[in-house]
């Protein structure tokens, strides 16, 4: 994971991997900020959209208790989880017998919230050991990264300005011309976003992993598809707006998934992903308004949620990276 920074403020212009680490999670960062909304009040993401998607994730969670022979604890660590939504839902989701065996962790940079289940442990590192299911939703596109362009890393000052910064160290060039060839390096290629630390940081999260199964869930790109000019942007208050490294909005970059896989990794998006666990937006149909009209509108609005949860353009587009730990393949 990456290390905390020194603080918000910047003499002048640094790398952009050290201007996010500052404005995200250094003392009054945007994610650390006591007394904030958290993500919620910024951004909607596919646990605010719909109770749906936890009840999802309690599925693969039983499935994983499945895999594992229904063992008297069972881990559920959510990696990036903001005020505890994701946990709160998956808990109340699960059938009671297999609730009373989890013992679900909370990791997050930020204090504990206020009113969170008191089952929940709340740790700023994945616990070492786990045995169960790791879920990481929308939290490597807030890992800080570098950005590269005509063979020089990107610098931005603290109001957003950039400029031409140093030559690409070894390590960097060469994640650049195995995973986004070109761009970044060649002059005129375009810019890129070097995904290097994402990597390192999804390989320690899963390397936590005893036996189980992690799964990060984020936007996403592949190598036959990077965008040429890169996605970094900020949000504000439910807008998106210029990503400016001050402190006062989200920063945040797509995820080159296909660079974080692991040996046995699986990828998809959240359309299939969400329809391989029970998430369907068809309608119900028609006859069922007029024999029981109150089940009918309850149904109707769950497809309309789950129409969104697995929208074509939207959150449906999502990256799912499966990757097992000494179980079996999901999708099986």
């Given at each position: 994971?990456?290390?905390?920074?020194?603080?918000?403020?910047?003499?002048?212009?640094?790398?952009?991997?050290?201007?996010?680490?500052?404005?995200?999670?250094?003392?009054?960062?945007?994610?650390?900020?006591?007394?904030?909304?958290?993500?919620?009040?910024?951004?909607?993401?596919?646990?605010?959209?719909?109770?749906?998607?936890?009840?999802?994730?309690?599925?693969?969670?039983?499935?994983?208790?499945?895999?594992?022979?229904?063992?008297?604890?069972?881990?559920?660590?959510?990696?990036?989880?903001?005020?505890?939504?994701?946990?709160?839902?998956?808990?109340?989701?699960?059938?009671?017998?297999?609730?009373?065996?989890?013992?679900?962790?909370?990791?997050?940079?930020?204090?504990?919230?206020?009113?969170?289940?008191?089952?929940?442990?709340?740790?700023?590192?994945?616990?070492?050991?786990?045995?169960?299911?790791?879920?990481?939703?929308?939290?490597?596109?807030?890992?800080?990264?570098?950005?590269?362009?005509?063979?020089?890393?990107?610098?931005?000052?603290?109001?957003?300005?950039?400029?031409?910064?140093?030559?690409?160290?070894?390590?960097?060039?060469?994640?650049?011309?195995?995973?986004?060839?070109?761009?970044?390096?060649?002059?005129?290629?375009?810019?890129?976003?070097?995904?290097?630390?994402?990597?390192?940081?999804?390989?320690?999260?899963?390397?936590?992993?005893?036996?189980?199964?992690?799964?990060?869930?984020?936007?996403?790109?592949?190598?036959?598809?990077?965008?040429?000019?890169?996605?970094?942007?900020?949000?504000?208050?439910?807008?998106?707006?210029?990503?400016?490294?001050?402190?006062?909005?989200?920063?945040?970059?797509?995820?080159?998934?296909?660079?974080?896989?692991g040996p046995g990794a699986v990828l998809l998006t959240?359309?299939?992903?969400?329809?391989?666990?029970?998430?369907?937006?068809?309608?119900?149909?028609?006859?069922?308004?007029?024999?029981?009209?109150?089940?009918?509108?309850?149904?109707?609005?769950?497809?309309?949620?789950?129409?969104?949860?697995?929208?074509?353009?939207?959150?449906?587009?999502?990256?799912?990276?499966?990757?097992?730990?000494?179980?079996?393949?999901?999708?099986?």
């Amino acid at each position: 994971m990456s290390t905390q920074g020194e603080g918000t403020a910047q003499a002048g212009p640094v790398r952009w991997r050290t201007a996010m680490e500052r404005a995200l999670y250094g003392p009054d960062g945007f994610y650390v900020r006591p007394g904030g909304p958290g993500p919620a009040g910024h951004f909607r993401t596919s646990v605010h959209a719909s109770p749906l998607y936890a009840r999802a994730v309690a599925r693969l969670l039983l499935w994983v208790d499945g895999e594992l022979g229904r063992p008297e604890e069972l881990d559920l660590v959510d990696v990036g989880a903001g005020r505890g939504e994701l946990l709160a839902g998956v808990l109340a989701a699960l059938p009671p017998e297999t609730a009373a065996r989890v013992r679900p962790y909370g990791v997050e940079r930020a204090g504990r919230p206020a009113g969170l289940d008191g089952r929940v442990r709340w740790v700023s590192e994945p616990p070492r050991g786990t045995r169960g299911l790791l879920f990481a939703n929308e939290w490597l596109d807030n890992v800080p990264l570098d950005l590269a362009e005509d063979g020089a890393y990107v610098e931005v000052a603290r109001d957003g300005t950039e400029s031409r910064g140093g030559p690409l160290d070894g390590p960097d060039r060469a994640w650049l011309e195995r995973w986004w060839p070109r761009a970044g390096v060649e002059a005129g290629a375009g810019r890129a976003e070097i995904g290097r630390p994402r990597d390192e940081a999804w390989a320690a999260a899963v390397a936590t992993v005893e036996r189980g199964l992690a799964v990060a869930v984020d936007y996403a790109h592949t190598r036959d598809a990077r965008p040429p000019f890169g996605t970094l942007t900020g949000f504000r208050a439910g807008r998106e707006t210029a990503p400016v490294p001050d402190g006062s909005c989200d920063v945040t970059a797509h995820v080159a998934l296909d660079a974080c896989a692991g040996p046995g990794a699986v990828l998809l998006t959240q359309r299939d992903a969400l329809a391989a666990l029970g998430v369907s937006g068809a309608r119900p149909p028609l006859a069922l308004a007029s024999t029981d009209p109150v089940a009918y509108v309850r149904a109707l609005s769950l497809a309309g949620e789950a129409a969104e949860l697995t929208a074509r353009g939207g959150l449906g587009d999502f990256g799912w990276l499966v990757q097992p730990v000494g179980v079996g393949r999901w999708p099986g």
